[in-house]
């Protein structure tokens, strides 16, 4: 019997850890270094996944939106209200799980002093420095302005996906209002673009425990743990905030709208595990439609809908831990943490989270934005680079499953039977 794809990809991951740290970065065959042939492949996979994401993205919204359109003048505003509002109130629970737990570990302080003299800089401090400076509020508003984008060739080639999005949003609307057989022979080529790129992406997963293998041996390879540990309760609060993110409130939202969370869990472990190793939600975004359409039974018209979307504006994990990291630095640096400090910071996070893009180490320029607005150096995210890598690993997974548990509520709330609803193995032997 073939072993499931999430297992493959879980022991790929374990065996990765272990050959990583052996290897490290300098044993070598012949010459060559074990560390280029985990970059080699690794590249080689996140590169395949990229390569479906724009007509995937195009074509999956215009499927979803034009059917939408179709069937009630309402559907696309309706949808659209229900992730929106999904979104939005998601995003804010993560950030409050997030603060809460800052303040009770208070990562920042230790035995009531500021913990901020005591962690060297990081080396790679002054590059991070000179990418993030000139950074300011104005990019909270940039990050609306780029909505709509001037040029969508120039959009897609530069991974705007937010541009992407609205275009398509709008191409797929319009379209239903024109004559209808020029309507629906772009409804059948965007279907068969949007089912072709899924087949693609079925073929580009078959490699990945091999792909996510060289992944996350070249990140154990260059990280030393041992830099970790003045960082180690920063890292646990992190942590365990998604921790309760994932364990409590998702699950109370599933329930809510009848999804079993064991279930639905379960059913989204590849495209988990993908986004932990590719710690990039838009690498893996071909990968989640693929896994709730064809594990957790949503259909394409809800999924192509939602999940793009939410590859691009919802970010739980990473709101999360802009909020942790954002007190924790101001915490090291013996800032006052005010109501208003905090409001801030939360207000920010939610709207920074929105635009920060579904790359590696996105969250690092929003942070920046945020550090800035409370009056914080910009240098002082150099403090949380070391951890940074294996907490993106994270906060990813989070990003993903929680795009995966709006699009499943959503379906679930559209009368979508789904096979994780709590009821649905119950529906079947009924009708048997
Ligand atoms: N890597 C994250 C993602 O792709 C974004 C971030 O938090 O840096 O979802």
Redesign the pocket.
Known sequence: MKMKLHWQILIAILLAILIGKMTGTEAAIAGVSFYDVYVFIGTIFINALKMIIVPLIVSSIIVGVSGLGKESGQGVGRMGAKTIGFYAFSSFAAILVGLLMVNLFQPGIKEGEPVGKALALHESTASMVEKVSGRGLSDVADIFIRMIPTNIVQAAAEGQMLGLIFFSILFGFFMTRIEKHFSDSLYQLAMGVYETMLKITLFVMRFAPIGVFALVAKTVASTGFSAFMPLLWFFITVVLALLVHVAVVYPLILMYFGVSPKKHFKAMLPAILT?FST????ATLPLTIETIEKNAGVSSRTSGFVLPLGATVN?D??AL?ECVAALFLAQAYGIELSVSTQFTVVLLALLTSIG?????????VAITIILTAIGLPVEAVGLILVTDRVL?MC??AV??YGDSCAAVSIARSEDEDTLVARSHRWQKTSEE
């Not at 710690?279 to 838009?282: D, E, L, V």
């Not at 920060?356 to 690092?364: D, F, I, R």
């Open positions: 986004a710690a990039s939600s838009s970010m994990g990473t831990y920060v893009a579904g790359v590696p180490a996105a969250s690092l993106d906060r990813t990003n993903v």
